[in-house]
């Protein structure tokens, strides 16, 4: 029997097992691959993110000159990006593995029973695996955790190539973390949801252009993002010269919470981690991991702790009442922020990137205590145009109830 089993090798499920063993925990992972299979997205993060947690030498790029382009301006973000050296993440914490007793399997979990004071799991071979606690990492699909369904899930959708192209795509060396110009679209396309690109230098004359949908209901295809990529680039006069890799990305930005009184806790996707308006997770995992796995190793040292209180425990790390309140506060940014039009949309970029750089930096890391977030929302009402006010006021009337919750909860 373990004391915790972690399901998924995903970068949650992993960094949580690494970070379960370091608290001498008996852990066993499941998942249909190995922990060392490489992870194939391409994942961004802040570099003050890392440097708060002395992680800095998990980059493998970093970037001075940020900007945002919104319609006839270009916002200087004055605050460095960074892309995460995976390999090295991943094989900083399949090391951490190695050295503490963590025990991998190949398998996927079917179901969960409670036995007693514990948890088993059936996997798809029907295998049965004991576990004190057990811990579903497995994405925004998970295997095991239950939530609420919501028929209205927006997601983030993003086509992007890495590759060379006939001149350089953006600035050499610079990041353009939004680009929401749409110059290059028929009045028509303008009416359509807006998209922006998300592109980087590489190095090398190397460089990675993304089209992205922040969020949508339904998801937007891949075969318009890929069309709108490729219109944008040849607006520019750039064609592409070679495709190195091709990133396709959806996910839901507004999976409701899990239930929090289930005897499984969630890490990652899995537990509604991802910023609901802006779609990064990775520092969340980094700051919130060992915090998780700290609570969970405390409650087992009580011998006689059944699977649902451990949980109990694990989610209330996880999702403390201050935190929860923060996400309705996010969801309804996000309301608002799908409800845009073009032009509002890039009115409110130009606002909330002139905001003081801790608090939409903070906004975006999730970093703020709520009356910080309050007052930088404020503040963001102040400076925005009246089209975006408006937009705001007739959010509060249509989604009330987001900004109730982060008031009465
Ligand atoms: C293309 C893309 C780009 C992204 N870019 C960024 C970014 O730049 N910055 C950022 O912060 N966030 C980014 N995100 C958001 C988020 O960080 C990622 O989605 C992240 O991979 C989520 O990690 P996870 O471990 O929770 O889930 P996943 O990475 O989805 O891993 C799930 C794991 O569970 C396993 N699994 C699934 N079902 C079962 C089962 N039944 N039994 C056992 N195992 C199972 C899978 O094999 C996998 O190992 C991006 C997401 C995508 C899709």
């Given at each position: 029997m373990f004391d915790v089993l972690v399901i998924g090798a995903g970068p949650a499920g992993l960094s949580l097992a690494a970070a379960l063993g370091q608290q001498g925990l008996a852990v066993g992972g499941l998942?249909?691959?190995?922990?060392?299979?490489?992870?194939?997205?391409?994942?961004?993060?802040?570099?003050?993110?890392?440097?708060?947690?002395?992680?800095?030498?998990?980059?493998?790029h970093r970037w001075k000159d940020c900007v945002v382009h919104v319609r006839h301006k270009t916002l200087p973000l004055c605050r460095d990006y960074g892309l995460l050296a995976k390999e090295q993440l991943q094989a900083h914490w399949l090391a951490q593995v190695e050295t503490s007793q963590v025990k991998w399997q190949p398998g996927t979990a079917d179901r969960i029973d409670q036995v007693g004071s514990y948890?088993?799991?059936?996997?798809?071979?029907?295998?049965?695996?004991?576990?004190?606690?057990?811990?579903?990492?497995?994405?925004?699909?998970?295997?095991?955790?239950?939530?609420?369904?919501?028929?209205?899930?927006?997601?983030?959708?993003?086509?992007?190539?890495?590759?060379?192209?006939?001149?350089?795509?953006?600035?050499?060396?610079?990041?353009?973390?939004?680009?929401?110009?749409?110059?290059?679209?028929?009045?028509?396309?303008?009416?359509?949801?807006?998209?922006?690109?998300?592109?980087?230098?590489?190095?090398?004359?190397?460089?990675?252009?993304?089209?992205?949908?922040?969020?949508h209901h339904p998801a937007l295809s891949m075969e318009i993002l890929k069309q709108r990529l490729y219109q944008r680039l040849n607006h520019s006069g750039v064609e592409v010269a070679e495709i190195h890799h091709v990133e396709q990305c959806l996910f839901p930005m507004n999976l409701p919470l899990p239930d929090l009184s289930q005897p499984v806790v969630g890490f990652g996707s899995a537990a509604s981690m991802v910023h609901?308006?802006?779609?990064?997770?990775?520092?969340?995992?980094l700051r919130r991991g060992p915090v998780l796995a700290q609570a969970i190793a405390q409650s087992l040292d009580t011998a006689s702790i059944t699977s649902a209180e451990v949980a109990e425990v694990a989610w209330q790390a996880l999702w403390p009442k201050a935190r929860l309140r923060k996400h309705y506060l996010y969801l309804f940014g996000l309301e608002n922020l799908m409800a845009f039009d073009s032009t509002q949309l890039n009115r409110f970029f130009e606002a909330f990137f002139q905001l003081e750089?801790?608090?939409?930096?903070?906004?975006?890391?999730?970093?703020?205590?709520?009356?910080?977030?309050?007052?930088?929302?404020?503040?963001?009402?102040?400076?925005?145009?009246?089209?975006?006010?408006?937009?705001?006021?007739?959010?509060?009337?249509?989604?009330?109830?987001?900004?109730?919750r982060s008031f009465t909860l």
């Open positions: 998942s249909p691959a190995g922990p060392a299979t490489p992870w194939q997205n391409t994942y961004g993060i802040w570099v003050d993110e890392l440097e708060d947690l002395g992680l800095t030498q998990f980059l493998s948890s088993q799991v059936t996997t798809g071979n029907g295998e049965q695996l004991l576990a004190r606690l057990v811990v579903d990492a497995t994405g925004h699909r998970p295997a095991l955790i239950r939530r609420s369904p919501n028929p209205h899930l927006a997601f983030q959708a993003a086509y992007g190539i890495i590759g060379r192209f006939s001149k350089p795509p953006i600035a050499p060396e610079q990041m353009v973390l939004m680009d929401y110009r749409d110059d290059h679209l028929s009045p028509a396309e303008q009416h359509h949801p807006p998209t922006f690109l998300y592109a980087m230098d590489l190095g090398d004359e190397v460089y990675f252009v993304e089209e992205t949908s922040l969020a609901p308006a802006s779609g990064y997770m990775f520092g969340a995992l750089t801790d608090d939409w930096a903070g906004f975006l890391a999730d970093a703020l205590s709520l009356p910080e977030l309050i007052q930088a929302m404020l503040g963001l009402f102040s400076r925005a145009s009246n089209d975006v006010r408006w937009g705001l006021m007739r959010s509060v009337a249509s989604h009330g109830a987001l900004l109730q």
